[in-house]
Nanobody, 126 residues
Framework: QVQLVESGGGLVQAGDSLTLSCAAS??????????WGWFRQAPGKEGEFVGG????????SYADSVKGRFTISRDRAKNTVYLQMTSLKPEDTAVYYC?????????????????WGQGTQVTVSS
């Protein structure tokens, strides 16, 4: 069973930067052959897709709300994917979840992902 563990969340001020990490372990297949996504859920709101990267790493996709501010990258050797967040805004406050997909492309819905982390809180103060 693949396990995903997020880290790096915290309390920051508006305009600050923060990088989240998601480390993968376990599974009967190589975790480096999976695509990755980040989702977030703010209190009282539905979860939303933040961004993702394909299995090959050749495709990335971002929500309009974070495009140009957030960047997804991966370290295959470490089985870790990162979400670099810059110019953070109070509306970025949410619990951030990473997810892994055995499929192709960059799914933008939760249904496209097979494994999920437990989430990490990001709070941006104004």
């Amino acid at each position: 069973q693949v396990q995903l563990v997020e880290s790096g969340g915290g309390l920051v001020q508006a305009g600050d930067s923060l990088t989240l990490s998601c480390a993968a372990s376990g599974g009967t297949f190589s975790t480096i052959s999976m695509g990755w996504g980040w989702f977030r859920q703010a209190p009282g709101k539905e979860g939303e897709f933040v961004g993702g990267i394909s299995r090959s790493g050749g495709l990335t996709s971002y929500a309009d709300s974070v495009k140009g501010r957030f960047t997804i990258s991966r370290d295959r050797a470490k089985n870790t994917v990162y979400l670099q967040m810059t110019s953070l805004k109070p509306e970025d406050t949410a619990v951030y979840y990473c997810a892994a997909s055995v499929g192709y492309g960059v799914p933008r819905s939760v249904a496209g992902y097979d494994y999920w982390g437990q989430g990490t809180q990001v709070t941006v103060s104004s």
